[in-house]
């Protein structure tokens, strides 16, 4: 591959991780009177492989689940969004979280309800690679795999390998989730190995330094100028690049809550140079959880579809904002509808 991402050919896009329901009790309590819980289908890999469906791009899914009626209802549903299913069915039982609605995922807005899920359980030797890796052109994973327990963390080792043998682009989202990382090792002693067969990087400064070590400035958020956080942005992504010469696109998101108001952009570095996005402000949002999805996914849509650096930037920046005023995880906005909001700004 050159300096910037290339994709030879336009197989699928094929996205591993675990499938969840998201469970959403208001913070009233309102769903104690009403004897009712709003649940969402979740899971980071499958957020960005339904979004890149609704755009059109062939997407091919990997999980493991229980054996069930209600799991089988679940997998009809996700091929009729046009993703095919690949599914490994074993014991266990299907992971859920939950969410109170409107909240961040972090503190105790945040439970987490996954121990001994079909997915947790899986270890190497158990997904057939080579098999599922037929007609891929791009392989995408998240930090929350590794997370979960250390068996997932070999069997990303796992499928890595085999992407990386067949010259099959290969990103990862580094979003961060302390309160998966249980099971003894640390992230900077898991994520660099998995991260050096990566092709795109994709995260934020902070992650960035959680996962890989590589520190942010002291006292960034003094300033809070968008100059010096794109700055640092470019720092941290130039020097991703020289520790993982495989890396070759550095991708980093800014979302900042001040008050009411919240403000979004992105910067992207490949083939050598540093692009910025147009800033997004809102007085109000609906639901933060699954726009980093969105925007990963809209990067692998303008690498697919080779729109340049700066229109995929924009691209992928425009469907992160626009994924915050949705109530579920996923999308629900297509490929015009996005452009048109990107060309407003």
Known sequence: MADSL??????????????????????????????????????????????????????????????????????????????????????????????????????????????????????????????????????????????????????????LRVASEKGIIISIDLNYRSKLWKYGKEPLEVMPKLVQYCDLVMGNVWAIEAMLGIPVIPNIHESGQRSIYLKEALRTSEQLIKLYPKCKAVANTFRFDCKADVDYYAALYTGGEFYSSNEYSASHIINKVGSGDCFLAGLVYGFYHDLGPEQTLEFATAAAFEKLFIEADVTNQSVHEIMARANES
């Open 6 to 159: 290339n994709i030879a050919s336009k197989g699928k896009i094929l996205t591993f991780g675990e499938l969840l329901l998201r469970i959403s009790p208001d913070e009233e309590g309102q769903w104690l009177k009403d004897n009712q819980l709003p649940f969402f289908i979740a899971g980071a890999e499958l957020n960005a492989a339904t979004a890149l469906a609704l755009w059109g791009v062939p997407v091919k899914y990997v999980t493991a689940l229980p054996d069930n009626g209600m799991v089988k209802q679940i997998v009809t549903f996700e091929e009729q969004q046009n993703i095919e299913m690949s599914v490994h069915y074993s014991g266990g039982r299907l992971g859920l979280y939950f969410l109170t609605k409107g909240r961040d995922l972090k503190n105790d807005a945040l439970v987490y309800d996954r121990a001994h899920s079909a997915f947790s359980e899986l270890k190497p030797g158990m997904i057939d690679w080579e098999k599922e890796f037929e007609g891929v052109s791009w392989f995408h994973f998240s930090a929350i795999c590794p997370a979960i327990s250390h068996n997932i963390a070999d069997v990303c080792e796992e499928a």
